[in-house]
């Protein structure tokens, strides 16, 4: 089941182009740049000075800050009365953690990074693919031609 609220994905300059294109696949989903070159260097107080345009335009049910942000988001949250939780450290993993987000969200931390809690998923979603791939033609084949022109095989010859 997906999260059905809208989620406010808060990053720095250098992160913003790649956050947008991975975040325009779910349509909840909103990008906002603070005034940061690294996300890794947000801080609750940085958050706390821009938050509140965010939070008018957006209307977020859950804010999202970088996993490498520093800090603890626990008092800035409650003071906006909107969760706001560390995401992954990684935005590769980001996707990973939107798709996921409605189940993992009561485990998100406004303190730690939500890559341990999306490892599972993480792997899950992996071995999915890995299965996915298995089961295309290519590996249904029985035998195999090397680059040399060698057949291998169950019935090669």
Do not use: C, W
Request: proline fraction near 4%; avoid cysteine; hydrophobic fraction near 40%.
């Amino acid at each position: 089941m997906n999260f059905q609220g809208t989620v406010l994905l808060l990053t720095g300059r250098m992160a913003y182009d790649g956050l947008e294109r991975m975040a325009s696949g779910f349509d909840n989903v909103q990008v906002e740049k603070l005034p940061i070159s690294v996300a890794a260097f947000t801080t609750p107080r940085l958050v706390s000075r821009h938050i509140s345009n965010f939070v008018e335009k957006h209307k977020p049910d859950v804010i999202l800050v970088s996993g490498l942000a520093n800090g603890d988001y626990s008092r800035l949250s409650e003071e906006i009365g909107v969760p706001i939780k560390k995401g992954s450290r990684y935005l590769s993993a980001v996707p990973i953690l939107l798709r996921n987000l409605h189940d993992v969200l009561p485990l998100l931390s406004g303190k730690e990074p939500a890559d341990a809690t999306i490892k599972s998923k993480i792997h899950e979603e992996l071995q999915n693919r890995i299965n996915q791939i298995e089961d295309e033609d290519v590996f249904g084949m029985r035998n195999f031609r090397l680059r040399s022109g060698l057949s291998i095989g169950l019935s090669s010859s």
